[in-house]
Nanobody, 124 residues
Framework: QVQPVESGGGLLQAGGSLTLSCVHS????????MGWFRQAPGKERDFVSA????????YYADSVNGRFTIRRDNAKNTVYLQMNTLKPEDTAVYSC?????????????????WGQGTQVTVVS
């Protein structure tokens, strides 16, 4: 499996914005639903957002709906997460993964090669 490469994280104050990027060099990237997950210290990895292979539909966790926007560029094998109005509770390591089309909220079955993720730290 190919490991995704996430970037764009940082340290910022509450209310700020960041855009995360994830490059995933699947030869079939354009055929796969993709998504973002996050893991805060001491907690399990949680779903954040997902986008269908053709970008026609997007999905968000309730906690980020209205603040985050997911998009993709299949020509660049890249999925983005625009994060606005960030809150301290958004602090986590953010990772991307192919999404199971049947749920649009869980990783694709069999996917196990997570990238290192990118750290987002929001301070009040």
């Amino acid at each position: 499996q190919v490991q995704p490469v996430e970037s764009g994280g940082g340290l910022l104050q509450a209310g700020g914005s960041l855009t995360l990027s994830c490059v995933h060099s699947y030869y079939t990237f354009g055929d796969r639903a993709m998504g973002w997950f996050r893991q805060a210290p001491g907690k399990e990895r949680d779903f954040v957002s997902a986008i269908t292979y053709d970008a026609r539909a997007t999905y968000y966790a309730d906690s980020v709906n209205g603040r985050f926007t997911i998009r993709r560029d299949n020509a660049k094998n890249t999925v983005y997460l625009q994060m606005n109005t960030l809150k301290p509770e958004d602090t986590a390591v953010y990772s991307c993964a192919p999404i199971a089309p049947s749920t649009m909220r869980s990783p694709q079955p069999g996917f196990s090669v997570w990238g290192q993720g990118t750290q987002v730290t929001v301070v009040s």
